[in-house]
């Protein structure tokens, strides 16, 4: 996994990473954005993307003997990041591959009326996805509908964890949250 880590850092940094003045979702302003969607939307990150995150979120599986059926978060920024580790799960171990969904950010004021879109089922037991966590809101809301609509979310995987309160914010509604790098080590 080193290589694959080296070539996704290298990657992210190369399209995603950007300075400059940005408002960020919460409403707070910074002086560094992290254009995940750049990267997830690259082909070749995505699949570095499935890889890393496939191999994160199966150990997490096998080491505390979950047992998980789903992966999906907030679109948009989520939505090729569970797709991509979706992909990497049916490839790599078939027996154990993870079905793949998206939140939409307010229930669809249409059709059947859902937030929750794509392979998921109530009753399911969930990892929850984020590109990027500042606040953590955002993941948060996700897992708000995720349960609103009866799934359990086991624990969460983010591509980038800003390092401002939002692991921690997360992580006192007691879901883990698995960063595959922080700001700390991508800009390191
Ligand atoms: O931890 P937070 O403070 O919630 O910030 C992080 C969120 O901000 C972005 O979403 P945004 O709604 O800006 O964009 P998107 O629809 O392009 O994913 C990003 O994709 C994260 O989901
Ligand atoms: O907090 C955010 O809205 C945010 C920060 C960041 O670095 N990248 C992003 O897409 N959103």
Not at 68 to 90: E, F
Not at 94 to 113: I, N
Not at 141 to 159: N, P, S, T
Request: proline share 3%; hydrophobic share 40%.
């Amino acid at each position: 996994m080193l290589q694959i880590t080296a070539d996704l850092k290298a990657l992210l940094l190369k399209k995603s990473v950007r300075t400059g003045t940005f408002t960020l979702a919460s409403g707070k302003q910074s002086d560094l954005y992290i254009d995940c969607r750049m990267t997830a939307m690259d082909p070749f990150g995505a699949a570095l993307i499935g890889e890393l995150g496939w191999h994160a979120v199966r150990s997490k599986i096998h080491s505390e003997k979950l047992s998980i059926q789903a992966i999906g978060g907030m679109t948009l920024g989520a939505d090729p990041i569970s797709l991509a580790i979706g992909m990497a799960s049916a490839r790599n171990h078939p027996e154990e591959a993870l079905q793949v969904f998206t939140v939409r950010k307010e229930p669809k004021g249409h059709g059947a009326g859902k937030q929750i879109e794509g392979n998921f089922t109530p009753g399911q037991n969930i990892v929850v996805v984020d590109d990027v966590i500042t606040t953590g809101g955002s993941t948060l809301k996700a897992i708000d509908a995720i349960e609103r609509d009866g799934g359990v979310v086991k624990f969460a995987i983010v591509l980038v964890d800003r390092e401002e309160g939002g692991r921690e914010a997360i992580e006192a509604r007691g879901i883990h949250v698995i960063p595959l790098f922080t700001r700390s080590t991508l800009l390191s």
